[in-house]
């Protein structure tokens, strides 16, 4: 079994940064895509970023020359660095691990982190 375990979250000022990071554990032959979603409440949960195993990248647009995704294949790990934190991007954010195969001849599987939780607060 596939678990991820998020780690980073927490309490920041307005223009403050945090780094999350997640690491998938378990038996993995290879991972297509790692990325990260928040929900905030009373909203549904969105894309924030993500990082293909070759190194393509997406972004929300909200997000876009403040956050950075990063990845290491070899230790099956995704991080989000987050600079100049605002208000709007308080929520719990979720690690996601997409086409996950076990091994060579699986079914492809997907993911997810617990969530950890992160406020924006003055």
């Known amino acids: 079994q596939v678990q991820l375990v998020e780690s980073g979250g927490g309490l920041v000022q307005p223009g403050g940064s945090l780094r999350l990071s997640c690491a998938a554990s378990?038996?993995?032959?290879?991972?297509?895509?790692m990325g990260w979603y928040r929900q905030a409440p009373g909203k549904e949960r969105e894309l924030v970023a993500v990082?293909?195993?070759?190194?393509?990248?997406n972004y929300a647009d909200s997000v876009k020359g403040r956050f950075s995704i990063s990845r290491e294949n070899a230790k099956n790990s995704v991080s989000l660095q987050m600079n100049n934190l605002q208000f709007e991007d308080t929520a719990v954010y979720y690690c996601?691990?997409?086409?996950?195969?076990?091994?060579?001849?699986?079914?492809?599987?997907?993911?997810w982190g617990q969530g950890t939780q992160v406020t924006v607060s003055s």
């Open positions: 996601n691990a997409d086409g996950v195969r076990q091994r060579l001849w699986d079914v492809e599987a997907d993911y």
């Open positions: 378990g038996s993995i032959f290879s991972i297509n895509a």
């Open positions: 990082i293909t195993s070759g190194g393509n990248t």
